[in-house]
């Protein structure tokens, strides 16, 4: 861990969290950090402490800073977005006027890639309990909504990534669904699965519970917002 | 971060207003974000610096606030990247004061929160 490794970290996640905001703001905050690493990385090194404390002492700044990163983003997004309004600007899409909230961007890849991921998963337990040859009409049950589930799931990171009216209430339902399929999936096998794949079971579990903490997010009023719900 | 109740300014931004006060009357007239990050620890005997989300956002408030003002350095020296400098105004002066002699900043007049 060399303090230039954690330094390039932080510069990375900064430009995360200034994406799309406009430039002279963003090119700001970019600049000004780039500049603290560097004197923190060379007051540091002058004071005789080790690359070690150095990375982790950057690495502690940047993590304990990371709600006020977040908070300072949505104030500017929220600026930029009354701005937009103001000028009347030609809106494009949904997210010319309306910006992501962290919140949705962060919900949005969780959910396509953990939603997939979970479904994938179970699927593949169907297959290691029943076998690929032994496949019946009851396994139909399991694998349709499951793709069904794959594909709602693709509909909605889209949905959610452009901000789309409806991907709010793909958001909800496939967030709910999940719940739903998953609890029936593992009240049907669990005995299986924890004789075959405990840690499929487990891992089933886990994602039920982010699907639920997911659905409270969607009931956030910036998140029904920035969908333009509110 | 302490939410903020409207009228009234948080520790860490009054923090910096009596630090950049002393540097002024010590003749240091401007400051950086990261000399301010060390000035602030050195002084607290703490261990750690004030993380750079919190420090740069209480900057960028008391900006808006018109009680600090910023630009960049003319050119990088030492072959490092340019400094954002920051300057107290007559107003933060003032603001730094009162903190300083005790008055709390929510009794303070409301030119403390209201942008510049």
Redesign the interface.
């Known amino acids: 861990m060399t303090p230039e490794r954690m330094a390039a970290l932080?510069t990375r996640w900064?430009r995360f969290y200034v994406r799309d905001l406009p430039t002279p703001i963003a090119a700001?905050?970019v600049?000004?950090?780039?500049?603290?690493l560097?004197?923190?990385i060379?007051?540091e090194r002058a004071s005789g402490t080790s690359d070690r404390r150095i990375g982790l002492?950057i690495l502690?700044?940047?993590?304990?800073?990371?709600?006020?990163?977040?908070?300072?983003r949505d104030q500017h997004a929220k600026i930029k977005s009354e701005v937009s309004v103001f000028m009347q600007q030609p809106v494009t899409g949904p997210s010319a006027s309306r910006p992501r909230p962290l919140t949705v961007t962060i919900l949005a890849i969780l959910a396509a890639v953990g939603g997939i991921g979970a479904v994938l998963g179970v699927l593949a337990g169907a297959f290691v309990i029943h076998g690929l040859d032994s496949l019946d009409a009851t396994d139909a049950v399991i694998v349709i909504p499951a793709l069904i589930l794959a594909a709602l799931y693709l509909a909605f990171a889209y949905g959610a990534w452009t901000l789309r009216s409806w991907g709010w209430t793909l958001g909800v339902g496939a967030a709910a669904s999940s719940i739903v399929y998953i609890t029936a999936i593992l009240v049907r096998d669990w005995a299986e699965l924890m004789r075959d794949a405990p840690p499929l079971a487990w891992m089933s579990v886990l994602v039920a519970i982010i699907a639920a903490v997911g659905l409270f997010f969607w009931f956030r009023p910036d998140v029904k917002a920035a969908f333009g719900r509110a | 971060m302490p939410r903020r109740k409207p009228g009234t300014m948080l520790p860490l931004e009054t923090e910096i207003l009596e630090l950049a006060l002393s540097m002024l009357r010590s003749g240091r007239a401007t400051f950086h974000g990261f000399g301010l990050a060390q000035t602030m620890r050195d002084r607290s005997g703490s261990r750690s610096l004030t993380a750079h989300g919190t420090l740069y956002k209480a900057l960028s408030r008391l900006e808006e606030f018109g009680l600090l003002t910023s630009r960049w350095e003319d050119a990088a020296a030492e072959r490092r990247p340019r400094r954002r400098l920051y300057e107290l105004t007559m107003r933060g002066a003032r603001v730094a004061q009162q903190a300083r002699a005790g008055k709390t900043i929510a009794r303070s007049p409301r030119v403390a929160v209201e942008p510049a």
């Open positions: 932080v900064v700001r905050r600049h000004e950090i780039d500049a603290d560097h004197d923190h060379a007051h002492s502690s700044r940047m993590v304990r800073g990371v709600a006020a990163d977040v908070s300072w």
